[in-house]
């Protein structure tokens, strides 16, 4: 509705009612983004999603330690805080961030070596500190991390170790990469089988729609959890960790493909007989530029909007075979993998921060799935 | 006079949008009194809506009333309806008992999981304490009040069983079930055809009379005021123009605004100005018997068993620079007839001789992919919305270039040159190629549209209803502008309305279609004056027309 305060005035062409808005000449993207807005859930989940894939991308930088690091002295040790403040000796106190070491001691009654935290022990720590050397993303040569101890010898546990001594911290950042990207790339190939087949299926209709939507059907009926089972048994135990990650990647989108298939179905018969689209035809468009030119950005939004709701359903899944044990195989690091050590009792007695990369599934996880809500909202902005 | 039913004193209704305040409506103040028929008339967003809905407290959030009072006088008592606020059983108590109210599209108000006599029947038992044997008498006699035939039987139909006019039936009397003594009936023919809404508004009238309800009547239609209406107010923008006699308001209008949109309407009322045509015809296009029939219930394996027939043996000849109307109710198949001449539908039978610029004529019937393809930019259309047929994910010069794109040879700089020329010709500004159409109204995007089919200098155009989503007042500024362009390029035009009015304006020769099929077919002023059909006949005594002394109660001039 157009409504403008001036009166009315007979010598003026009745229907220059423009709208005066911020929308003048603002495009698909920016009412999106317009829109988008709106849902702070929404945007608060973009933040966080966008920290997780930093987080994947810099992981070597930011983890204190090599995944693989361990030292058979901390098995199980309890997360340390950082502190600020350490005394100086005269009654005062001065700036130094730190943890404190572990005094360890045997309990005669359980056999089993505990730790306590030794006030005493000062572990000092600095950001940017030089440590074990790694290649970024295979590439560039460097020791640098963004936390650590000072002295490398001293242990550092901010999340706690594992069953070999390992830093759970270091090891779930490492994870984070693999689960976030196996969700990433898994719903990349997902999403070609599924527009390719999809748009077909929609836009030529008849026989082919039919053979392709029973052929969806049928997918979708299988159960999951034992497909997957049985397709990640009949891969070889021998194959290099590479080879398994891109298996089970394999594997997932072939499952996965048929939901973007019936979104993208979905949209391609709606828009078949949409004015705008007949009006191009009626231009003499080519077929390759009708779907391409006209239809296709109409479905962007939309198929991001899939995109997002289906990235959490393949870190589910991949968190879970992994979590079976026929997933992904140590010595690569996924959430699930870590989430391994957590099958016995001893764990979730002793030692409750091998949790952790739990939380991080569920933390990713959610904010994928707002995200997704808020952009299948503002996907399309010309709804009423 | 006694004192009136319903009392509107400087009603405010506020929507807040984005970063201001839409003030739909602004201060308005008016008297409805018992047993009369206030009209409340207006182009879209002059608020006239709104206005009805607050005085139900029906404005959808976040609009709100932000001012004023609304007085219902009724049982001796005065009610303020603004003081009841939305909710609660005291603004229900005055919903459907004291006011009642149909709406535009009687599908959506009617729920379509329960039968017609359920709904009404639980309108009647929420405001009465009768049993509900009493209460399915009472709803028999409603329907048959209204003229459903059957009422007994009827009452166990479901909304969708229904036809468009039968369910506005249904929905009146829904709302009279509680003997409301005010009717608020917010566009309530708009979309019925013309012989529908005849009837319905006759219907309207007569149970007015036996009533002495007052109706509150919303509508955009000045016929239909002229039909109905003791008293006008006119809205613009969420003001209050005018508010007259209805034979003061149209006999002598006193604002401006008035003036322009009675203008307007009475514009369209004559022939327009039709340009010279050539002595000997040269037909463009001869549609021969053409039938275009679908499929219904086709079977797995067996040939189907029945057939839509949505184009049932139409022969018609388009010469050139003529413009030929089609005009018909909804389900005639004159849209129909307009796409299967693009071949949006290929038909089943028959032959569309077109006439190509160097005098070879094809069979646009039976034409190959290919064939088409050399046909689309010498024969084009125009459609009914123009929300719609733009694309909105591209600019303006996307769209208006598109069709030059694959019909001509242009470079990039020729088109950005040709649209600019276009839009100029079309009436818009030169600069807005790299806008949205969602940046335009509804007049200017079908100037958009208008532009888009002339760019390729067409001979023919299939015009669907180019002017039905359009305000009155937009629409002969659209017909003239197309038919400067006809003159200029020589165009023809098959038009296809179904307001008799538009085509009498427009075109040169009019075919009447009726289940898809021609009743009847010439001259403009012969169909509108001396149609022979009986279907014709009806059809044009139909039209509502703009003149309050073709009324059967006008008083004699005096």
Known sequence: MTLEAKPFDPNELLDQQVTAGQFQAAGQWAMVWAKFKKHKLAVISLVVVGLIYFVALFAEFLAPYDPGKFDPRYTYVPPQSIGFFVDDGAGGSRFQPHVTGYKIELNPVSFRREFTTDPEAIIPIGFFVEGQPYKLWGLFDSNWHLIGPIDQSQPFFLAGGDRLGRDLLSRTIHGTRISMSIGLVGVGLSLVIGMILGGISGYRGGMVDRVIQRVIEFIRSVPTIPLWLGLAAAMPKDWPPLQVYFSILVILSLIGWTEIARVVRGRFLSLRSEDFVISARLDGVSEFRLIMRHMMPSLYSHIIAAITLAIPNMILAETSLSFLGLGLQPPIVSWGVLLQDTQNLRAITQAPWLFIPGICVVIAVLSLNFLGDGVRDAADPYAK | ?558
């Open chain 2, 1 to 558: 006079m006694s004192a009136p039913i319903l009392s509107v004193k400087n009603l405010s209704v506020d929507f807040p949008l984005h970063k201001r305040v839409l003030n739909a409506v602004k201060n308005i103040s008016f008297d409805l009194h018992r047993g009369e028929t206030l009209c409340l008339v207006g182009e879209s967003g002059s608020g006239k809506s709104v206005t009805a809905r607050a005085i139900l407290q029906l404005i959808a959030k976040p609009g709100a009333i932000t001012g004023g009072q609304i007085i219902l006088n009724s049982d001796g008592k005065e009610t303020d309806i603004v003081a009841l606020g939305s909710s609660g059983p005291a603004i229900r108590g005055v919903r459907g008992r004291k006011i009642a109210m149909i709406f535009q599209e009687p599908m959506t108000s009617l729920s379509p999981v329960h039968t017609i006599g359920h709904q009404i029947i639980e309108t009647i038992l929420l405001h009465e304490k009768i049993s509900k044997d009493e209460a399915r008498k009472r709803a028999a006699a409603l329907l048959d009040r209204v003229r459903i035939p059957i009422p007994e039987q009827a009452l166990d139909r479901y909304s969708f069983e229904f036809s468009g006019g039968m369910r506005q039936r249904a929905m009146i009397a829904m709302a009279l079930s509680c003997n409301p003594e005010v009717l608020i009936a917010d566009e309530p023919t708009t979309a019925l055809d013309v012989t529908t809404q005849a009837e319905i508004l006759s219907l309207i009238k007569e149970l007015q009379r036996d009533r002495g309800m007052a109706v509150l009547f919303i509508t955009h239609d000045m016929g239909v005021v002229a039909q109905i209406a003791d008293r006008v107010m006119v809205m613009f923008r969420g003001d209050k123009v005018e508010e007259a006699n209805v034979f003061d308001l149209f006999e002598r209008p006193q604002q401006a605004y008035t003036k322009a949109l009675l203008g307007s309407v009475l514009k369209l009322e004559t022939p327009g100005p039709r340009p010279e045509r050539p002595a000997t015809e040269t037909p463009v296009a001869q549609i021969d018997d053409l039938a275009l029939h679908f499929p219904l219930n086709a079977g797995f394996f067996g040939k189907p068993t029945a057939y839509l027939k949505a184009i049932d043996g139409v022969s018609l000849t388009i010469n050139e620079g003529e413009t030929v109307g089609v005009v018909g109710e909804s389900g005639s198949g004159k849209t129909t007839l307009g796409r299967t001449l693009l071949r949006v539908y290929t038909p089943t039978e028959g032959q569309v001789n077109y006439r190509r610029s160097d005098g070879t004529i094809v069979d646009i019937a039976s034409l190959r992919k290919e064939g088409m393809k050399s046909l689309y930019g010498e024969v084009r259309m125009i459609f009914q919305d123009p929300h719609s047929s733009l694309n909105p994910r591209m600019t303006i010069y996307q769209i208006i270039s598109e069709p030059l794109r694959t019909n001509t040879k242009m470079t990039e700089a020729q088109m950005r040159d040709r649209v600019e020329e276009l839009l100029a010709r079309v009436g818009l500004p030169t600069d807005i190629g790299d806008r949205y159409p969602h940046a335009f109204s509804g007049g200017q995007r079908q100037r958009i549209s208008i532009a888009r089919a002339v760019a390729v200098r067409p001979r023919l155009i299939i015009a669907d209803e180019p002017t039905s989503a359009l305000d009155v007042s937009l629409r002969h500024q659209v017909l003239d502008l197309m038919r400067d362009l006809q003159a200029e390029f020589g165009l023809s035009y098959l038009f296809i309305s179904h307001d008799i009015s538009v085509i009498r304006y427009f075109c040169d020769r009019v075919a009447v279609m009726k289940n898809g099929r021609i009743v009847e077919i010439g001259d403009v002023a012969q169909i509108c004056e001396r149609p022979q059909h009986e279907y014709t006949k009806t059809l044009i005594s139909a039209v509502p027309r703009p003149n309050p002394r073709l009324r059967a109660d006008a008083p004699a001039l005096g």
